[in-house]
């Protein structure tokens, strides 16, 4: 038998962010979705503003004609 990570019967990251969220599952579904909308937030608020500059989405190779 191989072992792979996801296979190992502990659920991989997701499984160790769940397991060491607070609280039983409601709780945990709970601040999972916050943590998830915070993270949403920062990339909306932070990240994708900062790197849009970076990003070369109005050099296009069409003319006008």
Same mark, same amino acid.
């Given at each position: 038998?191989? @072992? +792979? ?5 502990? /659920?991989?990251? &997701? !499984? ?5 969220? $607070? ?6 579904? @709970? +601040? ?5 909308? /915070?993270?949403? &937030? !920062? ?5 994708? $503003? ?16």
């Amino acid at each position: 038998m191989v @072992l +792979v990570p996801w296979r190992d019967g502990r /659920g991989g990251m &997701y !499984g160790w962010i769940w397991r060491h969220l $607070p609280g039983n599952a409601w709780v945990k579904a @709970l +601040v999972s979705l916050v943590l998830v909308l /915070g993270a949403v &937030y !920062g990339l909306f608020q932070y990240v994708f $503003p900062w790197a849009e500059p970076l990003i070369p989405f109005n050099d296009v190779t069409v003319d006008n004609q």
